[in-house]
């Protein structure tokens, strides 16, 4: 997939807004294993899987994909 570079960069910060989410959430004394961090794991997991399609890979599938 060809992608311009606003695009790319809009992914890209994404990723890197999640991450600070997660940085934050740590350092308020949140645990990474509890059920209160899991929307923060799906959330950098979408992102990732987003922008992983810009290097030809696809981590999640779309429902109508088998």
């Given at each position: 997939m060809t992608t311009n570079k606003a695009?790319?960069?809009?992914?890209?910060?994404r990723v890197h807004a999640i991450r600070m989410k997660?940085?934050?959430f740590v350092s308020a004394g949140g645990a990474l294993r509890s059920k209160e961090?899991?929307?923060l794991g799906v959330e950098l997991f979408e992102a990732f899987s987003d922008i992983s399609t810009e290097f030809g890979y696809r981590?999640?599938?779309?429902?109508?994909?088998?």
């Open positions: 695009v790319l960069q809009a992914k890209s910060n997660v940085e934050e961090a899991a929307p981590i999640l599938k779309d429902d109508k994909e088998k």
